[in-house]
Each structure stands twice: as C-alpha cells, then as structure tokens.
C-alpha cells in the first residue's frame, strides 16, 4: 500500500490488496503484554463496517481535526474525520460506488483539503473539502478510465502542483491554482507511461521530479511553475535506468539535491545535482547497491547500502565520499525507515537470528536496542517510527505473530498492550491534541482509529517512609490505581508485613486499564552492620597477642536507640585500638542513631590456652544482635614430665641409652656432655655406644619449644673396665673324630672371678659347651669370659678344632647275627644316652626286658647280655637322649639248633668287665682293671657330664688284662663317666672325683 501512496496511484483491483493484507494478518494469534507509559483505546467507527473495512489510515490534521481515509459497510471509500470525541464520515461528492471514492495524497492547501478521488465513472480528480463539504476539480482533459489526477500532491510558488495521466496514457506535471487544473507541456515526446512520474521536491527556488524519457530511460525534471525541463544525467542510462524512483526520494543536503540512481551498468549509486548538472557519487566498494531510503544527521547523508557480500549496511556520505558503517553484528542488515531521536539515528535491523530489532547509530558506531521479548525469526521491530511524548514508537510484531505498538524510551524497549485481543496496529501513526492516533485492526477483522493516551497514574503509598524496631510489623497502603501488585507478591492492599529484621524497601505495581506505575515506601530498622575478620591470632601461653598477631573487623549502626556493647567470647579481649586498652566488653556511642564506623581489635588473653573460637556479641536495644566470629591459637610451653636418670654404671664396649620425656610443641633436643655440645645428639634419647673410660662423665639435654627452653637434670655415667679375653690351653686343637660329644671347656683357661662363655661361628652362644665330632674337617668357635661381680664381657678369642677321622655311624653291634643254641650273646648300642631299656620283639611296655641272671643282663645300660639263648627274637633299645628318646632295632638274633655252643662258664670268662679302685676318685689318680677284651679292638675313654671327653687310650689288639693309671687332678670335683667298648660290648662306669 505503501508504494500506492507514494505513487499516488489507486490500485487496480482494491479487492486483491486487501486479501494481501489479510493474508499476513492470518499469520498472527492474539497475544497481551505487560507495558507502561501509554493508555490505548479504540475510537467506535461510524457505521458497520465489515471485515478489512473501516478506517484506513492516511492522516493529516487540518483545521483542528484529524482526517483520513475510511471504508465504509458499502465498500466505498470516504473522508473521515475525527473531532478528538468520535468519528464521522464526509459525504462524497457523487456517487462512487465499491472500492472507489477518496483515493489517497491528502495535503492542506489554502484552508481546504485535497486528495485524490476516483469518481463513479473510475476517472481519477482533485478532491476538495473545505471543512464543510467535498467538490471535485474537472481535469485538463478528457482522461478516460482509470487516467486523470494521480496525487503525489506539493505546494509550489501559492500553487499545487502532482501528477497526472493524460487521455493519451502519458504522465504530466499538472498545476492547480486554486480555481481550476492545467498541464505542464512535457519537454519531449514522452508516450505511454511514460512523462513526469512525481516524487516532487522544491530546491533552489524550482520544482524538482522524476520523468520517463522518450527513451524509457529516467531523468531529473526540472520547472519553473510554468515549463518542464530535463536535467541531463551524469551517464549513459538507457531504459528504465538513471533516476529511477524504486527505492528512494530526493532529498536536499548541502546545497545539493540528491537521490538513488541506476547507471549505465546496472548498479545502484547515489546522485547529485548542484543547480547545474549532475554527476555520481562512488560507492564505498566496487560491487554493491546504493539502496536509497536517505536521511540527514549530524550533517551528514546516510542510507542503505547492499555491500559486495550481499548484506546491507549503513552508507555515510560527508558531502565527499561514501564510507560503510559497520553493522552491530556479523550477519545482519539494514533495512529501512530510519528516523532521528535523541541525537542518534535509528532504523529496523535484520540480525543474524533473523530477528527484527531496532538499530541506534549514535555518529560513531551502531548498537542494538535488545527487543521487548524473545521472538522467532521475523518478528521484532517493524518500522513506522513517530516520535512522541520524548519516546520513540513503532510497530512490533511479538511472538506470537501480532502487531504491537513499540515504545522506545531511550534505555530500553517495552510493548504496550493492544486495546482488545486482536491482530494489532497498522502503523500510519500521527499526533494529534497530544495524543497518539493509528490504524488498527480490531479482533473482528474491522479496522478502527486507535488513540494512545500517555498515562497519568498518580500513585502513591502511605506512609512513604517509617522507622521500626527489629523484628516489629509494617502496614502499608497504596492508593491511585485499581490493582496493585506488591514486590514481595502479594495482592493485598494495605500490605501487612510481620517480623521486619532489616531496612527494606517495599515497592508496589499499580495499574488500571492498560496503564501502571510504580511507588516505593522504604522501612529503616534499628541495625548494626558488622564485617568479617581479618588477621591471625597467636601466641605463646601466659602472654596475651600482640601486634601483628591480632583479629580486626568494622562495625558500624543505623537508626539506632542506644549504644553498642561489644561482647568478647571466653579467652578474648577487644580494644578499639590495636596496641592498647583490650577488655573484656567496650561500648560505641551512639550520636543521632548512628554509630560511625569502627575498628574493632581482637588479641587472645594472656589466661588462653589451646585452640580458641567464639563470637565477639555486637548488641544495641532495639536492633538485632550481631556476632561475628573469633578464632586464635595459644600455643603451650615446652616442658620435661620425665627426667633422665640420675645415673647408670655399664660395661666398657656396651651402648648406653637415656631419654627424656616432653610435652608441649618442641622444635629441638641438643644434648651435652658437661658443657660441651655433643655433635648428632639431637633426640629426645641420648645414645652413646662402644663406650670406654672417657665417656664417663655427666649428660644433660637443652629442650627447645617454640615458646620457651629449657635444660634437664643431669644423668651421670660411670664406666666398668671388662675382663681381658681368655687364653688358649696348650691342648691340641686336632681330634680324631668320635661319635662321643666333646666338651670344648678345656681348651680355654678363664681368669680368676670370671667365667667362660663358648660361641658358634654363627653368633651363638653353645650351652652347655659341647659339640660333636662325628665329621672330618675344620670347626670354628670363639670364647670370652664374663666378669662375675660386674656381669662384663670380654672381647672374644678365635677357637679352631680340626677333625682328623669320620667314626662309624652305626648305632648298634652287631645289627644282625646267627649263634648256636646255648651261646651267650651280647648286643651293644653306640647312642650316648642318659637312660638305656631294652626290648624283645616289639616296643610296648609287655616286651619290656627287666634283669634275670639266668636269661639277660645289662637291661638298663647300653649292653644286653643274652645267657643260654634259646630261641630267634628280635631285640630293640630306646636310649633316652638331650633330643629326645631314639630307638635302636631291630637287632636280629637267630638260633641254630644244629650246632651246640661253649659250656656257659667259657662264656662268662670272656664278658667285658671293667674295674676301679678307688671310687670316689683319690690323689687325683684314676685306677681301673679292664678284663674281657683280649684279642680285640678296645677304646677306654673318659667323658665329663657334658659329654667332653677328658681322656681316651685305644688298643688294636688288648691283652687279657688292661691297667689303668691316668692323672686328672687338672679336672674339678664331679661325677665322670669312664667307659670301655670293643666291636661286641660296652661297659660304662660312673665316678666320682673329690
């Protein structure tokens, strides 16, 4: 509609523009939103009209009324005019019947209103209205149908000049001098369609337009009032190029006329024309579109551009060249209907979302004004801006695809609410008797005048301002609206509100019809503000924290009725100063309700102790106690709760170890020795090892704690000399090898008062001191001796034995045997042992063997002695050991009955007998008779207790009789064992030596 209002051309078929319309309106839902600032109402239309029928915008004022266009119920259009009450219709001048009637292009001019009329034949005239009636103003020519006076109307030299279609289909520049209409020639042969198209524009004292050239091509025009001439253009445009009027109209800047142009190669640039030619103004780049749609700010020309890239962009042109501003996004474009507000220029944006919003350019850069909502694309802000009431206004399509009236007011965008549920405002908005009129399509479909009233709510709340105690209640009561919505949510009026802590600001919404505002009442309370702490509290115990170890935090108070006690929790002191005057509690005076700000000190008392923590209590009647968290650390005394000892005594060569026992945080021991500091001695155990002589002397150890130090008692020490390391006895250290133990006591002498101790080469000390001798090769030893009053060691002497021979490893003699019948046999075992028991067939307590003269002797000992055997048994000995008991079998003895053995008597002349006289033992002599043995290996040895052999004398062949003389008065008093063994018996006897 836009581009028939500028043309001043009635559609060709009203019908289908109105389906335009309702088709984009079909797009929509209703929607309500929340506004401020603007009251709008509907204006009743005067008579019923129907669907996309009703008041149809175009507005002008004149003689103290405003006018437009209306569609009436008979589809006729008509004048209508509004008186600031209600609206009424002017009669048409004939009869126009549908879509025919008032046109377009009102204009005042001398005291009466001019328009475009298509009349009943559908000829298009100059309408008059003087304030009373309408009249038409016959045409030049005969202009058949659909021809004649197209409007784009200008007030020229006290004349009304526009644009007409002639009876030859051509356009002309037509002139109205208040009584009649006349032509102004075409300056060339201009033909259908072609001739003046309008647009006109008054510069330099002449009247200004486009034309369409014989060519088809568009020039600028040029009158006088009289006679119509050509401007040449600056290139070779041909058909439908130079001053073409898509996009544009001429505007004057800088003593120039200007205007979009389309060039000889088919792009868009801007033209100017001096008074005297035209020439064309470079685009900013080398491949975009001067878009047109101008404006004037800050002396300055802007309009859209289409860049390169195929974005459209704000141009500015200085009166030199044009450069690209540079859009408030990536993505988005300009698009049209750029106004002046505020000092800044305004215009719709399309951004990179899709989304329309409203673009501010403040001569520098541009910016976006956020909208209203979060729509989808293609919603937003539509264009059509008005400024009014010091606010900026527009259309708005919200969210829900419907018109809305936009407010801009400088900060921020708001949505005023539509009079009823319906599509929304038209936009063709003006001023009138301080109010602000549009066209607007109401929820039936009807269009009506709407008018937005600036609303004048006059809201208040009582009382405004009060002051309570903490913790009392607030009644509140607002007046100058119908509803109220409180900041808090409720909807009650007065507004109650109990237990108040705090100063509060209590605000309310008011509204009544679509118009709100805002009040706010604001409640003081008795308060004390306190801040957080800052600092550390330490100290040592007994002594309270001194600077900089100390807590601080600020406190002030408002609306109060008393002063402030400052409350110091257990362990604490405050002060208002950091160094001096701490106590318990302090006051800060109040003056006229207010306590200044103040830092408060806090140090721990000198009575603290450990890890302290409370809250510092900040009281004033009337106000709600403050506290406010403390916390510092005492650190504790070193102390010694256990002394060293007083004294020790220990051998020379030992480790000797003494400590102390602390409590409280210490951070060193440094021990001493007298006065001397002792390197590596820096525990709470003093320990010193191999100790000699020197050492003897007295200890003490420095405690130091983080707090304090202090010096232990004293430990003295006393050093015991240790006896000198055994001698060696002249005794050979190589032996024959025996399955007798051997003692090893008589190969080291020990001195007087001390007592020998035998060791494994492994560390072990061997006791008793005995070791067997069964293995050939070299064994190792070591002996000290211990001092018997002192309990000292020696050091140790190296003892080496080598063996010469391996013994025999049985066990018994003989393990198996064939005798005659009668024979006397003698089985013998070669375990030592503590106790012998013999067995026959079998190891149970039946088959034990007691003494019987007649049948076995030696049943005890390790020889038995089987008398006149009889029959083949098996026989078995369990010797009782240091290791346990072992048992010997079976020793088979097997009976031949075919041969007869020596009378019983031979035999017995041939039992192993050994004899000692004396016993007990004297003059350190042992005396002894061994008989039985003759012709056969014998070995008489000497065995202490202990199994060390003291003497031994072997025969490979004895004689009947073996005497026995050996001196061991060396050896001391005690029982020996002297026993006698040939390859068939043994005989073991106990001494006892005095």
């Not at 974005?311 to 049209?336: E, F, H, M, W």
């Not at 040592?540 to 807590?551: E, F, I």
């Amino acid at each position: 509609m836009e581009h028939f209002v500028r043309m001043g051309t009635a559609p060709r078929n009203p019908f289908l523009y109105l389906l335009l319309w309702a088709g984009l309106w079909l797009l929509s839902a209703p929607a309500l939103f929340a506004q401020t600032g603007l009251q709008q109402s509907l204006i009743a239309n005067p008579d019923n009209a129907g669907t996309y029928q009703g008041y149809q915008g175009q507005p002008i004022v004149f003689n103290n009324a405003l006018y437009g266009l209306y569609l009436n119920e008979s589809g006729v259009y008509q004048l209508a005019k509004y008186n600031g009450t209600s609206l009424t219709l002017i009669a048409n001048p004939d009869n126009a019947g549908t879509y025919e009637g008032y046109d377009s292009g009102l204009i005042v001019f001398k005291n009466a209103l001019y328009g475009v009329y298509r009349n009943a034949s559908r000829v298009y005239q100059l309408v008059k209205y003087n304030g009373t009636s309408s009249t038409l103003i016959a045409n030049p020519d005969e202009a058949p149908t659909y021809l004649g006076y197209y409007g784009q109307p200008i007030v020229f030299n006290d004349a009304l000049y526009g644009k007409y279609m002639n009876k030859s289909g051509a356009y002309q520049l037509v002139k109205y001098n208040g009584t009649s209409l006349t032509l102004i020639a075409n300056p060339d042969n201009a033909g259908n369609y072609q001739g003046y198209h309008g647009d006109p524009i008054v510069f330099n004292n002449a009247l200004y337009g486009r034309y369409m050239n014989a060519s088809g091509a568009y020039q600028l025009a040029k009158s006088n009032g009289t006679s119509l001439t050509l401007i040449a253009n600056p290139d070779n445009a041909e058909f439908y190029q130079g001053y073409v009027d898509d996009l544009d109209y001429p505007i004057v800047f800088n003593n120039a006329l200007y205007s979009q142009y389309l060039n000889a190669s088919g792009a868009y640039q801007l033209a100017k024309y001096d008074g005297t030619s035209s020439t064309l103004i470079a685009n900013p780049d080398n491949a975009g579109s001067y878009e047109g749609h101008s404006i004037v700010f800050n002396n300055t020309l802007y309009g859209q551009y289409l860049n390169a890239s195929g974005v459209i962009q704000l141009a500015k042109y200085n009166g030199t060249s044009s450069t690209l501003i540079a859009n408030p996004d990536n993505a988005g474009s300009y698009q049209r209907s750029p106004i002046v507000f505020n000092n800044a220029l305004y215009g719709q944006y399309l951004n990179a979302s899709g989304v329309y919003q409203l673009a501010k350019y403040d001569g520098t850069s541009s910016t976006l004004i956020a909208n209203p909502e979060n729509g989808p694309s293609y919603r937003g802000y539509m264009s059509d801006p008005i400024v009014f009431n010091n606010a900026l206004y527009g259309k708005y399509m919200n969210a829900s695809g419907v018109i809305q009236l936009v407010k801009y007011d400088g900060t921020s965008s708001t949505l005023i609410a539509n009079p009823d549920n319906a599509k929304g405002c038209d936009g063709h908005s003006i001023v009138f008797n301080n109010a602000l009129y549009g066209k607007y399509l109401n929820k039936s479909g009807v269009y009506q005048l709407v008018t937005g009233v600036p609303c004048a709510l006059s809201l208040s709340i009582n009382p405004s301002s009060l002051t309570i105690t903490a913790g009392g209640s607030v009644t509140l009561t607002a007046s100058g609206a119908t509803t109220y919505t409180w900041s808090n949510g409720s909807t009650a009026n007065p507004l109650i509100v109990s237990n108040v802590t705090s100063a509060t600001a209590f605000s309310v919404t008011g509204v009544t019809g679509t118009c709100s505002a805002t009040a706010t009442a604001s409640v003081s309370v008795a308060t004390i503000t306190a801040g957080t702490t800052s600092g550390t509290i330490t100290a040592c115990a007994g002594t309270a924290s001194a600077l900089p170890a100390v807590q601080q935090f600020n406190v002030s108070g408002s609306t109060l009725s008393g002063n402030i006690v400052a409350s110091a929790p257990l362990g604490f002191e405050l002060s208002t100063t950091a160094s001096t005057g701490y106590a318990a509690s302090l006051t800060l005076t109040q003056s006229s309700g207010v306590v200044a700000n103040t830092t408060i000190y806090v140090r721990s008392s000198a009575s603290a102790s450990g890890n302290l923590s409370g809250n510092v209590s900040l009281a004033s009647s009337g106000a709600t106690t403050q506290n406010v968290a403390v916390s510092g650390t005492v650190t504790p005394l070193a102390t010694i709760t256990a002394q060293p000892v007083a004294s020790s005594s220990v051998c020379a060569g030992t480790t000797v170890t003494v400590s102390v026992s602390t409590s409280g945080p210490v951070s060193s021991y440094q021990w001493y020795k007298g006065g001397t500091l002792l390197s590596g001695q820096t525990s709470a155990t003093l320990t010193l090892t191999n100790l000699s002589t020197t050492d003897a002397g007295s200890y003490s150890v420095v405690v130091t704690g983080n707090c304090n130090s202090l010096t232990s008692t004293a430990f003295s020490l006393t050093i015991v000399a240790r006896p000198d390391a055994p001698a060696l006895t002249p005794a050979s250290s190589s032996l024959a090898a025996t399955l007798t133990p051997l003692s090893l006591t008589g190969f080291a002498l020990a001195t007087t008062g001390n007592s020998l101790h035998f060791f494994q080469a492994g560390g072990s000390e061997l006791s008793p001191p005995t070791i067997n001798i069964t293995t050939a090769g070299v064994m190792s030893f070591w002996v000290g001796q211990t001092s018997n009053a002192s309990g000292c060691k020696s050091s140790l002497t190296p003892l080496s034995l080598t063996i010469t021979a391996t013994p025999t490893s049985q066990t018994a003699t003989p393990t198996s045997q064939t005798v005659c019948r009668s024979t006397n046999v003698t089985l013998n075992v070669t375990v030592e042992g503590t106790a012998y028991q013999w067995y026959k067939n079998g190891t149970t307590l039946a088959n034990k063997l007691t003494e019987l003269t007649s049948a076995q002797r030696g049943t005890t000992t390790a020889t038995l002695t089987l008398v006149n055997l009889q029959t083949t048994a098996d026989y078995y000995c369990k010797i009782t050991t240091p290791n346990g008991v072992q048992t010997v079998g079976p020793l088979k003895v097997s009976v031949n009955f075919g041969c007869s053995a020596r009378p019983a008597a031979e035999e017995a002349d041939l039992q192993l007998l050994v004899l000692v006289r004396p016993n007990p033992i004297v003059d350190g002599h042992l005396r002894a008779l061994v008989k039985g043995a003759q012709g056969q290996a014998l070995n008489v040895a000497l065995y202490s207790l202990q199994g060390e052999l003291v003497n031994q004398q072997v025969w490979d062949s004895a004689p009947a009789e073996v005497n026995l003389d050996w001196d061991i008065s060396q050896r001391s008093m005690g029982v020996l064992l002297l026993r006698a063994q040939t390859p068939t018996q043994q005989q073991t006897i106990r001494l006892i030596q005095n």
